[in-house]
């Protein structure tokens, strides 16, 4: 099909959708996990590492005349703004040029702004290449939760999504045994460790864009955007190796959708999706993400600063504990996951953020009458985590479930940069400040920020969140570009007013 038939609205009728949703579990589908959901490694490891090091880059002989504080509040925050901006920029590429295109582009800039980092002679080359690191990481989150998303079954979406996104937490554990050896003068000199953890960061950049290039582009987005003769071809492969795989043929799919084909949808029709159309789930994405963003901040990017004031936790043996908590918040996603698939996601997400909130709450009191130490504070930090991490990952699910296809890269860009902008570019700031001053009630403070936000957040779930769990896409949210009668699972679907 050429461009203009494309652009002049050709009319198809397909059940790709529904072929991919009703794919039994095989190994293809793991290629795209381990295609796509590794990158997450990269992002928990690049801000761990850090969080780890900041005490030993404001040591004298580290090669950067830069203080903790300019560590963990402005490279942070920077960072985190990159991350906002990149989520925007690219976000909207992703929607018009194809997910496969940017998530190869926007792995690049992180490979190139990390290897940068580790040559970092002053502070404006540090900040500036964290903010470009942050630019490519923030538009991975549009354009790979989109693809996760699109080519994951339905019955196994949740899970899937919120494995790969708790992923994150296994590049922390690395991120903070690293750190380990980093920042140990035996094995590396103090201007030498630092870099080197960066550079291991682009070498695993590089690894992993060699394995996504056999990572397929979304056929849902190549229908849409009048390639349907390359969805077809993508499907019919896939189903192909599944059944070799399987040894028996696959069941048949169930329901057709009808659409009509574009290039792109402008930004008109994107606003009025988010804020006429869809404005009760717009209230939920927003919430989510400013809830998990407060409460991350107000434990992380203070938790080096806390245990070396307080408990006289020695720089160097930060990573043992920050890899504790770390290994409590992949467990989270792993371990609940599946009951977002079954139980369902109203009840998991306002229930993860409920308990997570509460449990800082109780943490922030424990903390007030001097009742915790290093171990005992991590082991509270663990169980805040284990649910806030179930939670977290939620959100991206939500935004990138529950909105139609054609703001799909853009929805979840939006209600990211939005989120963490409030939460993630003033939380680092605020935390840093209020866990820097060695104050107990600054710190506790800090503590009941986090957990107020993600208590106000679990609240909007309990009234607002979609039941979308085993539903197909098309199903949850109908889109754009479909005719105003299109079957999807045997049924009639209506694009909802106000939901």
């Known amino acids: 099909m050429t461009t203009a038939e494309a652009a002049s609205g050709h009319t198809v009728t397909t059940d790709i959708p529904a072929r991919l949703d009703r794919l039994p579990w095989s190994r293809w589908h793991w290629t795209i996990v381990i295609g796509l959901g590794t990158v997450w490694i990269l992002d928990g490891l690049e801000v761990t590492v850090v969080g780890n090091i900041a005490s030993r880059l404001s040591e004298s002989g580290s090669g950067l005349p830069i203080s903790s504080g300019e560590v963990t509040g402005m490279a942070a925050a920077l960072y985190v703004a990159g ?85 994150f937490w296994l590049g922390a554990v690395g991120g903070s045994l690293l750190s380990i050896v980093a920042l140990n003068t035996a094995y590396l000199p103090k201007d030498v460790g630092w870099r080197l953890t960066f550079a291991l960061g682009a070498v695993l950049a590089l690894v992993i864009l060699l394995v996504r290039r056999h990572v397929p582009e979304s056929p849902r987005w190549l229908l849409i955007h009048g390639r349907d003769r390359e969805a077809e071809e993508i ?53 989510l993400f400013i809830g998990q963003a407060f409460l991350y901040n107000a434990i992380t990017f203070g938790f080096g600063a806390i245990l070396t004031k307080f408990f006289d936790v020695p720089t160097g043996n930060t990573g043992y504990y920050f890899a504790v908590i770390a290994i409590g918040n992949f467990c989270g996603p792993l371990l609940l996951g599946r009951l977002f698939d079954t139980v369902g996601r109203r009840v998991m997400i306002s229930s993860t953020y409920l308990i997570s909130g509460l449990l800082l709450f109780l943490t922030a009191w424990l903390f007030s009458q001097g009742s915790l130490n290093a171990g005992t504070l991590t082991a509270c930090w663990c169980g805040v985590l284990f649910f806030a991490s179930a939670g977290a990952s939620s959100a991206y699910l939500t935004v990138s479930e529950i909105f139609p296809m054609e703001t799909r890269a853009m929805s979840i860009a939006f209600f990211y940069a939005l989120g963490t902008a409030a939460g993630g570019i003033s939380g680092p700031l605020l935390f840093a400040d209020l866990t820097s001053t060695g104050k107990v009630a600054d710190t506790v403070l800090a503590f009941q920020i986090g957990a107020g936000l993600m208590c106000a957040a679990g609240l909007v779930a309990a009234l607002l969140a979609v039941r979308a769990e085993r539903r197909s896409l098309e199903d949850v949210a109908r889109p754009l570009t479909a005719a105003a009668s299109a079957v999807t699972r045997g049924r009639e679907q209506e694009r909802p007013a106000t939901a």
């Open 235 to 287: 499907v019919t492969s896939i189903e192909e190796q599944v059944e070799a795989e399987k040894g028996q043929p696959l069941k048949r799919p169930e329901g057709e959708i009808t659409i009509h084909q574009r290039r792109n949808v402008k930004f008109t029709e994107i606003a009025r999706t988010l804020f006429s159309d869809y404005r009760k789930r717009s209230v939920l994405g927003f919430s």
């Open 83 to 167: 991350a906002c901006a990149g989520a925007l920029f690219w976000g909207r590429l992703t929607d018009i040029w194809g997910r496969k295109k940017l998530f190869m582009i926007t792995l690049g800039v992180y490979l190139a702004a990390t290897a940068l980092t580790a040559v970092s002679f002053s502070n404006w080359w540090f900040f500036a290449f964290r903010f470009l690191t942050g630019f490519g990481i923030g538009g991975e989150y549009a354009a790979i939760n989109s693809a996760i998303d699109e080519l994951i079954p339905a019955l196994y979406r949740g899970r899937v999504d919120l494995i790969i996104n708790g992923s």
